[in-house]
């Protein structure tokens, strides 16, 4: 499994093979993209102005600024406003924070436009694991769009991947500025304990599969390179039926999906070659995830396995059939194995490291707005297993009725349709206006269709209830097994300046 967040552009990109102080705030005056500017007003972040892009649709108006980090923002306004601001959060990613923000998903902004939402994003003030910096970026977009449009009806937080963590975050920490929140495909379970089952699946392989002491599970210097090392003794593993069986083993416990290719159909319940093949396609992805930049970030190891007993993964991880079959294909005792994983050494996190994680993040479960994900059965990168968790700490903070989540019928990362997309928004708002939450699948596929017609891609919605997380964590410090005592995070980043 993986937690973290990419860029659906850089799904396939060979850095996925590894898989809160906010920005300081800068009054000043804000100016707009438009040739008549609206009254000064003291925005919270440095701007800057930009030509309308030619591509948004008849009337539409582009605004975009920088925030005082130096992160650009953007905002797109429709030519007829509804009164709903869509405030999107990208997922995981590198690039510079120079470059302008998309500020819809992929296939989604001129459709969105086109029914009167207006749109807004930030690039945000960090990089890579920027879920400290992320959600006050955020809102200052919407700070922005008040003094350079006016006060939105209502503003709805919505994000991919990592941006469906920082959609959590920001509906948890700034439910009085926010009427819903729609994360999707996102690591929406918590940081600390999606972390945590990527290094039960990498320990596992690094202790049975790749002894090359190269191979890193934690402390990573370059995650690239740690990926492309993973990727051949991968390939090398599976060539043997040994290596197949203790690849499995090590996919059950990180609680990949076993439907994880968009391209491949979903295997049959007792096909175990097809499911193995798409655990293969998804390991390396799903269970050595980026550290580098999250540990840095932290000041320390963020994961730990003291005191987890791989057996009991195992057989809480549904696939126990599947890892025998392998085993006994390739004669090999599964119960040495299991054994030579107690006896192997331990990793201890770091109670500092612990501590910035938790807060960057894992949700208290405190939802005061209506929340919806929609999310992939067959997502091997943010594995369904995160939602079971999302739910369990919701349900603990006795807020079950402000949380529902959609499922689509199919396998990859962020690969949701137009149509789902706007479906499952719509389905948000028809909760906020109603405060009753209806998800059934033929009551949400129509909703992708409506006076401006029906986008591209058509809905695939299902029933679906996700597994539980192996390596759950409460919304409490201490409520993981085996989490170390609680200690202060740092409040700024090691390496970033306050």
Partial sequence: MSMFSFRRADALQPMLLVGLAVAALCAGAARSAETTSPATTNAPMATTSSATPASLPAGSRHIDGRHAGGARWAIDVPATFNGTLLLYARGYGSGPMEQPPETAPRGMRDELLRRGYALGASNYTGREWAVQEAPGDQIEVLDAFT????????????????????????????????????????????????????????FVFRTLVATDPAIRVVQLDDDRANGRR??????????????????????????????????APKPAAKDFTAQAEQLRRAFAMGVFVPRTDQERRAGGITSWNTGVDYGVQLR????????????????????????????????????????????????????????????????????PAIHGGLQAIVDAAGHRRELA????????????????????????????????????????????????????????????TPPAMLRACGARAGSCPGEPPAAVAPATPPGKSP
């Fill in 316 to 383: 809480r991880s549904g696939l126990m059939p599947l890892v025998r079959h392998f085993y006994r294909e390739a004669g090999l005792d599964l119960d040495a194995d299991l054994r030579q994983l107690a006896d192997a050494p331990r990793i201890a996190a770091d109670p500092a490291a612990v501590a910035y994680f938790r807060a960057n993040y894992v949700p208290t479960g405190n939802l005061r707005i209506p929340m919806l994900t929609l999310q992939a059965v067959g997502d091997g990168v943010t594995i």
């Fill in 230 to 263: 993973v990727q051949v003794a991968l390939d090398a593993a599976w060539k043997s039926p040994q290596g197949r069986a203790r690849t499995l083993l090590a996919a059950a416990v990180a609680q990949l999906p076993t439907w994880t290719d968009p391209a």
């Fill in 147 to 202: 003094a350079q449009v006016g006060k939105p009806a209502r503003a709805i937080a919505w994000g991919s991947s990592m941006g469906g963590l920082v959609t959590v975050a920001m509906a948890e920490r700034h439910a009085d500025r926010l009427a819903g929140a729609l994360p999707m495909c996102g690591s929406v379970g918590g940081s600390v304990s999606m972390l945590n089952n990527a290094l039960d699946g990498a």
């Fill in 405 to 464: 989540q959609l499922w689509v019928e199919a396998a990859g990362h962020c690969i949701f349709t137009p149509a789902e997309m706007l479906a499952a928004l719509k389905t948000l708002e028809q909760r906020i206006d109603s405060g009753r939450w209806t998800i059934a699948p033929k009551d949400v596929a129509p909703r992708a269709t409506d006076s401006v017609g029906t986008p591209a891609g058509g809905t695939r919605f299902t029933r679906f």
